[in-house]
């Protein structure tokens, strides 16, 4: 069984990694190192990451500093509001902003009857933020939820106000936290590709360019060189997590869990920071309800009247949601098996080589979709393995990419359950994968039943590595909407956005129903 | 009220939802007094203290520091400060940065903070790790520092909160004597909560003892042990075995009471904070060291008449050896009673035995 394990790992994670380094020629380096196209997009890249990160954690931070207090109203739809873009496609950011703020957008022209282009960076950097601010909420409400409210009372106690005890408790200590976040919302910035590809215009970045360079102009040798450009600062972000944070982490020294309530914000920055996230939300429930509502028109900005012509087009003959769906739900049970095997074999096992196979499992949630995606394309296109245009290399895309994310879930499943209990199975006599089965499998019911949605969830929204292993035969959903919004079917494109979305939706509520609510899929 | 109160809670009263987490609570406590609060968890010791510190407000009654009424004064104004039970220093400062937090706030001039937290370190004997971090310190030593970051403060009174709890046994029993020192030394009103009995009554000039949001006693120590004035406080402080018995009459300074096999013992009167009249239900607390054999021989040449006239048969069901002394555990109408013995060498384990107790030992408390 690790054999197996291992021999997935290295057949699906490292050797098309591997790939992306040996295939190009010094040809495609030259290429790249000496055209001033390509380094103005990677400038480009850079400044949107950058602008986007930063916008993103600091607005993750206002989020996750009002859910963890107690005084703050409207907390239950805030906490939706922060977890509804991470169970919907990055995407659908992107779309609705063209269709209230584009070219013929309902607000800019048709309300203020401008003639403003939101295409380009301005743009790109609004929808990354809404997009990717979430990300750095759920990061840092752990770390806000683990700073002890003693803390601050302490700083209370020893004559600080509320803003002196921000100054110098609070915000020093999720510095690191605060670091992390960053590091984490630019690694899904700067891998992006569906809002780029939808809003940027001529504002060119590296996803979009590696992904033009296979499609436009077949050279796969010319998109790795891109892919490794890419995975450079993603490369530089994991060091600098490793070795900086590491050594900047305050291992808070408390003892037992404190029974103190946090400390009560004042009014006017309790009533600021409701502002704050009132303006956000709304924003957002502006952006899902345009979706809805392009779904709905007959030609968003021509026509206004209403139809269900989109949505019978799309949902119902096309196959593309149906294709989506049912690959995401084998995907996300295969991922789900996959993940709580490889926590326990890599973990509780004997094993050669455990930190690196540790490694692998996790690789692809560091990797950038399109670089994955090139990968596979390079890889499994000749060869041992050519599986290209088969439905099957986009399942087993869907499940590599989602792995990471179900196996921390199952590794930290484990660390609850501790080694006595499969030891003691052991010695009464029960073989490995008997121990998994009897003793460790129930006990790891909820770290499976999170790692299967988590993955469904994920695989039915993603785009940026399947987009170059779908072929007619297996059309999904994602993919679809990205080629209708280019050629301008907003209808088609939002009522398949709005398809997808349900289907999601339903889903969670299922998943819901079916864990009566013990299971959280986000810790917020 | 009276001169002794620097430190006045009067008619305390904090409810969470239904429960009554403190119920009508009444301390005074004196200037440079140490008190405990002690109780078991959840019988509203800490919910006390954080309504002192200006962490949780009252639902009712007041906190008065030195003829100061604190009503909605909020912590950083009032002139406490706190030790807490995980001591909640600052892991991203370093040692004398976390002292000197309330100077900061207070804006001490530098040069004079620098002395004074320069004083603490010495005082506490920190010099040393003056630029060490938190998390590089022992659990004694955070525990300094986090009673060194209350005390440059000058505060008027210390609050403590379970402060030792977190500390192995040897270390408790050692800071144990270092803050009373310290206390000594520096005169400081101190109010400080536990739940560690030995804890409350070897440090504390007077102990308060709390259960389920209520005061039951509040003494020294001395007076809390062997005066409890109820069978709650009887129970918790110390061991104690408690008998259920009928009064039977009283005469004089003699309370006659009857155990429920019969046995007649007899309490002194004038001891007891309760007095039952004849026919009511009550509960005989007597101390295990107070409860001594008699020679088998039968109505003793030796010993003093009141010894002798209690006399209480059981049968012996076993033996604990306890080092300094032994405990026998002996069956006495139907209950358990233990018998603490200093001198425990040659004694066999005879079946019958016969203890006595002296009259002015014994408490008598309500019966259910």
């Known amino acids: 069984m690790t054999l197996v394990i291992a021999g997935t790992l290295v057949v699906f994670v490292l050797w098309p990694a591997v790939n992306v380094f040996l295939r190009p020629e010094s040809e495609h380096w030259a290429r790249f190192l000496g055209s001033a196209r390509l380094w103005q997009v990677a400038a480009n890249t850079g400044l949107m990451t950058l602008l986007s990160t930063v916008s993103a954690t600091v607005l993750g931070f206002l989020f996750a500093y009002a859910l963890s207090r107690p005084d703050i109203p409207g907390k239950a739809f805030f906490r939706v509001m922060s977890v509804l873009p991470l169970v919907s496609p990055p995407f659908v950011i992107g779309l609705s902003l063209i269709l209230l703020f584009g070219r013929r957008g309902l607000v800019t022209h048709e309300l203020l009857g401008l003639n403003l282009d939101v295409y380009g960076l301005p743009g790109l950097w609004a929808v990354q933020t809404i997009a990717y601010y979430p990300v750095a909420v759920l990061a840092l409400s752990g770390v806000l939820r683990r700073q002890s409210p003693a803390l601050e009372w302490a700083g209370r106690d020893l004559g600080r106000n509320w803003w002196g005890i921000f100054r110098t408790v609070t915000l020093p200590l999720a510095v690191p936290g605060l670091a992390s976040a960053g590091l984490l919302v630019g690694m899904y910035v700067l891998a992006d590709f569906g809002n780029p590809m939808l809003v940027a215009g001529s504002y060119r970045v590296l996803a979009v360019e590696a992904y033009q360079q296979v499609v436009g102009v077949f050279d796969p040798g010319m998109a790795a060189v891109l892919c490794v450009a890419l995975l450079v600062p993603t490369g530089l972000f994991f060091w600098f997590q490793r070795v900086w944070l590491e050594r900047r982490s305050y291992v808070t020294v408390t003892g037992k869990e404190s029974t103190l309530d946090p400390v009560p914000t004042p009014a006017p920055v309790r009533w600021t920071l409701f502002g704050v996230l009132s303006a956000v939300s709304a924003f957002m429930l502006l952006t899902y309800a345009s979706v809805f509502a392009g779904a709905l028109t007959k030609t968003w900005g021509v026509n206004w009247s209403v139809t269900l012509e989109h949505f019978e087009y799309t949902v119902l003959r096309a196959g593309d949601l149906a294709n989506s769906t049912l690959y995401a739900v084998i995907a996300g049970f295969c991922c789900a098996v996959l993940a709580v095997l490889a926590a326990f074999f890599i973990q509780r096992r004997p094993l050669i080589g455990r930190s690196a196979m540790d490694m692998l499992a996790v690789l692809p949630g560091a990797l950038p979709g399109t670089m994955i995606g090139i990968a596979w394309l390079i890889t499994f296109h000749t060869g041992p393995i050519a599986i290209t245009g088969t439905a099957l290399i986009v399942v087993l895309m869907m499940i590599v990419r989602s792995l990471p994310v179900g196996y921390r879930s199952g590794v930290s499943a484990l660390q609850q359950i501790g080694p006595s209990l499969d030891e003691s199975a052991q010695d009464l006599g029960a073989g490995s994968l008997r121990t998994f089965g009897t003793v460790m499998l129930p006990l790891m019911r909820t770290a499976f039943t999170a790692a299967f949605i988590y993955a469904f969830v994920k695989s039915i929204n993603t785009l940026s590595a399947v987009i170059f292993l779908v072929s007619p035969g297996t059309q999904l959903a994602s993919v679809s909407i990205m080629g209708l919004a280019e050629h301008g079917y907003w209808g088609e494109a939002t009522a398949l956005a709005a398809g997808l979305m349900l289907v999601t939706f339903a889903a969670l509520a299922l998943f819901r129903l079916l864990t009566g609510g013990r299971v959280k899929l986000f810790e917020l | ?368």
């Open chain 2, 1 to 368: 009220m009276g001169p002794d109160a620097y430190v006045a809670l009067h008619g305390l009263i904090k409810r969470y939802g239904d429960d009554h987490a403190v119920r009508d609570l009444h301390l005074e406590m004196a200037e440079g007094e140490f008190v405990c609060l002690l109780g078991p968890s959840g019988c509203g010791k800490t919910t006390t203290l954080r309504m002192i510190a200006g962490f949780v407000e009252p639902d009712g009654g007041s906190v008065a520091i030195d003829g100061r009424e604190l009503s909605g004064v909020p912590p950083h104004r009032r002139p406490t400060s706190i030790v807490f039970q995980d001591y909640a220093l600052f892991p991203h400062m370093t040692v004398r940065r976390n002292i000197g937090y309330g100077l900061r706030a207070q804006r001490v001039p530098a040069e004079q903070a620098r002395r004074r937290i320069e004083a603490m370190l010495e005082l506490l004997a920190l010099e040393q790790l003056g630029d060490r971090y938190p998390n590089q310190l022992s659990g004694g030593q955070q525990q300094r520092v986090a009673l060194a970051r209350s005390l440059v403060t000058e505060p008027k009174v210390l609050l403590m909160d379970e402060p030792l709890s977190n500390l192995d046994a040897k270390m408790r029993i050692r800071l144990r004597t270092e803050l009373r020192q310290l206390h000594k030394r520096l005169g400081l009103t101190t109010v400080y909560v536990t739940h560690d009995q030995e804890e409350a009554l070897s440090m504390a000039d007077r102990v308060a003892v709390m259960d389920r949001g209520e005061l039951q006693q509040y003494a020294t120590p001395d007076k809390l042990y062997h005066q409890p004035v109820n069978r709650f406080v009887a129970d918790f402080i110390g061991l104690n075995n408690l008998l259920p018995a009928r009064c039977e009459s009283i005469g004089g300074d003699d309370l006659l009471l009857v155990l429920d096999d019969g046995q007649l013992v007899t309490a002194d009167a004038r001891e007891q904070t309760h007095l039952p009249k004849p026919g009511d239900r009550v509960l005989l607390s007597m101390r295990p060291e107070n409860l001594k054999r008699l020679p088998p021989a039968g109505p003793g040449q030796r010993g003093d008449p009141a010894e002798r006239r209690n006399r209480i048969s059981g049968k012996v069901i076993g033996q604990q050896f306890l080092g300094a002394l032994s405990r026998t555990l002996v069956r006495v109408a139907d209950r358990d009673v233990f018998v603490d013995e200093y001198e425990t060498s040659g004694r066999g384990l005879a079946n019958k035995i016969t203890l006595s107790v002296q009259p002015s030992r014994i408490r008598v408390f309500p019966g259910s």
